[in-house]
């Protein structure tokens, strides 16, 4: 890789981490305007050009973030955008700009679909709710907070490990005054007859008009489909992507690691050979005979969470709605959107 | 339903009486639905009994028309032929027997008796191109089958018909040519039913005929026509061909078990273009009898050194446990998203998501039909009997393996089947992979692309 293709990878990789400081932006969001960044820098001639070298920053950007595929959606959003774009002044130069003045006025925009997204979460909220949401989500804070200037409801967050941000939304809930419990991850079943429905944000929506998001969305999803309790899910439009996984080994995020098991080695005689293994040590219940498991760690080493997915994918049949800022669409409807807008 | 106090007959037991209810004529309302069906089939004994000029003949149909599988009343051989078909459906009947005679074809089937029976190709009635006539003997005999095949040999044929064709005086091209081609057409459709490839094909060849040129001279609109006949081949069959190979090709990883059933055309250009691709996967092909067409797709992918298992529709439970993903092709595909396709398939969908398979079918979008189909009665097609489509060798000989019709036994082969949409998880068309509910938007992106 030549020096220069490596300082402007640095360069928008520094402007994406920049941007995302900035709590209001999600990545997809973030890298967009990276993206408008390298408009303004770039000294591309042609539209061929511009656009080869969107996608390079789009990959790089992608590689090194550990969640790609919120950050895919809203790259393959700008980059289609930009190549669709109606060419009509004359100079390649004010063609830029005027790339660069819609890209951040979408940014911007794009802040405000969150406040459209809660109006329409509003009509489907009654008064003395029991919600039931996971993790962290920026948009279902806002529908949350939203909702609590007119009406009573209480909110049951799941802990969402490992990474554990559940927290912050029982965090942010109390300070404002709602009432909030956290619950274990295990304990989702146990709670669902309480709750009146469930409200999930979104990592991104996919073709097939199911949901990519922190892992555990699919496992509410199931148990709320068994107790027939709504799930809606809260995306705002640029994270409609078109990926379509089949599965959940069909998603970009899972690779040979995830929830791979160990090859130890041969059973050899007698117990006193049981492998030492961090894998096995904090995992077994029963000590073995011989070996001493004195101190049996009971949190889960970083090797085995990194043997754990970060997202997974629930089905579309598992979704009652899909809220977004064009409208409160079923699956079915969300990928008729998709299908319009990139087809053609 | 409670039959009348004072009718005679007993269903479905006793043997009956030669003859009419006693008590004068009832009408015809008051009488349950076995008592009409007595009525009528008794009717047509004593009109076929009287003009057949055969004596050998109505004997014939009564043996062969003798006891059904359902609940109708059992009568005794000497009461009369009991053709069974429901009372809308006897006309229709009557005649087909009348015309096939002691060819002992499934004139007696109960069920599927309304769509269209496998006719011998009758005599070309009328000015038909010589290229159609041919083409019409190799449906009939199943030596050219798939919709996509199918469709390319009818606009092939066209082509050479529109060609040969001179436009009489006082008349344009875009006006008589239509009229001409009609017959082709008819013809075509007595072979063997219409496929929905065929039909769009033909509506948009109509389009563009009635669309072309009035001044142009007669050999450029002709060359013209052709042209676009060309062009609709190669963009909506074989280039989106290519990029569903593409598109499906993704979805098939290292490792993978790939199951597929019958020889669908896209899905072997998708495995081929996988393998070549340098992807490593194995594939179990399914089949079914009497169309066997899993052996052709066998011989090819074997050929080109992909590990594969053959075996038949039965056996499909034991191995769908170790499927990761099931590739169908389509012969249509409905906008509610139901996929009409080889009888069979939706035996093989509806299993595999039992068991969590994920089933994507492969369908171009030309094979897109208008309508709703909810179950493979309303529309479907029979084949013809006998053992016309294994030209394979057999271990066993042919005549083992075929089934004839006995006075007691009739044949039923459905050529297709429907998948309900909730069977299917993807649809891979060259717009983009899509889910089943989402068809009927495809007229919609479609609308950008032409």
């Known amino acids: 890789m030549s020096q220069t293709t490596q300082d402007s990878n640095e360069a928008i990789y520094r402007a994406f981490e920049r941007l995302l400081e900035d709590e209001q932006l999600s990545p997809p969001l973030a890298a967009i305007l990276a993206l408008t960044e390298l408009i303004v820098g770039s000294n591309a001639g042609t539209m061929f050009e511009l656009v080869e070298a969107l996608k390079a920053a789009a990959e790089v950007l992608k590689k090194r973030s550990s969640n790609p595929i919120s950050l895919n959606a809203g790259c393959e959003l700008f980059i289609a955008f930009v190549t669709l774009f109606p060419h009509e002044s004359d100079s390649f130069a004010e063609l830029k700009t005027e790339l660069v003045q819609q890209g951040r006025r979408y940014a911007a925009e794009a802040i405000s679909f969150r406040d459209k997204i809660a109006e329409s979460t509003l009509g489907f909220i009654k008064d003395d709710s029991v919600i039931l949401t996971h993790s962290y989500s920026r948009v279902v804070m806002k529908a949350l907070l939203h909702a609590h200037k007119t009406k009573r409801i209480s909110v049951y967050v799941t802990e969402a490990r490992p990474r554990g941000l559940g927290l912050k939304t029982y965090e942010a809930l109390t300070a404002v005054g709602i009432p909030c419990t956290v619950v274990l991850d295990s304990a989702v079943a146990y709670v669902m007859d309480r709750v009146d429905f469930v409200l999930v944000g979104s990592e991104a929506v996919v073709e097939s008009g199911g949901l990519v998001n922190a892992v555990g969305s699919n496992q509410i999803a199931i148990i709320a489909k068994a107790a027939n309790k709504p799930f809606y899910a809260l995306a705002e439009s640029y994270k409609f992507h078109r990926l379509f996984p089949l599965s959940q080994y069909d998603l970009p995020t899972h690779n040979p690691d995830i929830l791979s098991l160990p090859s130890l080695p041969q059973r050899g005689s007698g117990t006193d050979s049981t492998p030492s293994s961090p894998a096995l040590r904090a995992t077994d219940g029963s000590p073995p005979s011989k070996t001493a498991v004195s101190s049996a760690r009971l949190t889960m080493t970083a090797e085995q969470i990194a043997r754990n997915p970060g997202v997974d994918y629930t089905r579309p049949d598992l979704i009652s709605l899909v809220f977004s800022d064009v409208g409160v669409l079923t699956p079915e409807g969300v990928s008729q959107y998709l299908v319009g807008m990139f087809a053609g | ?450």
């Not at chain 2, 004997?59 to 006891?67: F, G, P, V, Y």
């Not at chain 2, 040129?213 to 074989?238: F, S, V, W």
């Not at chain 2, 979805?251 to 899905?267: E, F, N, P, W």
């Not at chain 2, 009739?410 to 429907?418: A, G, H, T």
């Open chain 2, 1 to 450: 339903m409670s039959p009348g106090p004072s009718l005679p007959v007993q269903p479905p037991n006793g043997p009956q009486p030669n003859g009419e209810p006693s008590s004068g004529p009832r009408s015809q309302k008051s009488m349950t639905k076995a008592e009409r069906r007595e009525l009528q089939e008794r009717q047509r004994a004593a009109k076929a009994a009287k003009p057949t000029a055969a004596p050998g003949a109505p004997n014939a149909k009564q043996a062969a028309k003798s006891n059904q599988p359902t609940a109708a009343p059992k009568k005794g051989p000497d009461s009369g032929a009991a053709a069974a078909a429901k009372t809308p459906k006897d006309a229709k009947a009557a005649t087909a027997v009348a015309s096939e005679g002691v060819a002992g074809k499934a004139h007696g089937l109960r069920i599927f008796s309304h769509f269209g029976l496998p006719k011998p190709v009758s005599a070309a009635k009328g000015d038909i191109h010589p290229a159609v006539v041919r083409l019409a003997l190799q449906f009939s005999n199943f030596k050219i089958t798939g919709a996509n095949a199918r469709c390319i040999a009818t606009l092939t044929a066209f082509k050479t018909v529109i060609q040969d064709y001179a436009t009489p005086p006082n008349n344009t091209l875009s006006r008589h040519l239509m009229t001409h081609l009609s017959p082709q057409i008819s013809h075509l459709v007595a072979a063997r039913p219409m496929s929905v490839t065929m039909g769009n094909a033909i509506r948009q060849l109509k389009l563009e005929i009635s669309g072309s040129d009035i001044d142009l001279p007669e050999q450029d609109a002709k060359d013209a026509l052709c042209q676009k006949i060309d062009n609709y081949i190669r963009d909506r069959i074989i280039i989106a061909d290519q990029v569903i190979e593409e598109t499906a090709g993704n979805k098939i990883k290292d490792g993978d078990v790939v199951l597929t059933y019958a020889r669908s055309s896209v899905v072997e250009k998708v495995l081929l273009g996988a393998h070549s691709e340098g992807r490593q996967f194995s594939v179990i092909i399914v089949d079914s009898r009497p169309m066997l067409e899993g052996k052709r797709l066998l011989s090819v992918l074997s050929s080109a050194g992909i590990q594969c298992t053959y075996l038949l529709l039965p056996a499909l439970g034991s191995v769908i446990s170790e499927v990761s993903t099931v590739f169908l092709g389509a012969h249509s595909i409905h906008s509610n998203g139901a996929v009409y396709a080889r009888a069979g398939t939706a035996l093989v969908a509806m299993l595999a998501k039992q068991h969590s398979v994920p089933v994507v079918v492969c369908c171009e979008t030309y094979k897109f039909s208008e309508g709703v189909q909810l179950d493979s009665f309303t529309k479907n097609e029979l084949a013809p009997v006998g053992d016309l489509f294994s030209s394979f060798p057999l271990t066993k000989p042919r005549e083992a393996l075929t089934l004839h019709k006995g006075p007691n036994l009739e044949i039923l082969n459905p050529l297709y089947d429907l998948t309900p949409p909730t069977s299917i998880t993807a649809v891979v068309t060259e717009v983009g992979v899509i889910p089943p509910n989402s068809i009927s938007s495809i007229p919609l992106a479609l609308g950008r692309l032409l």
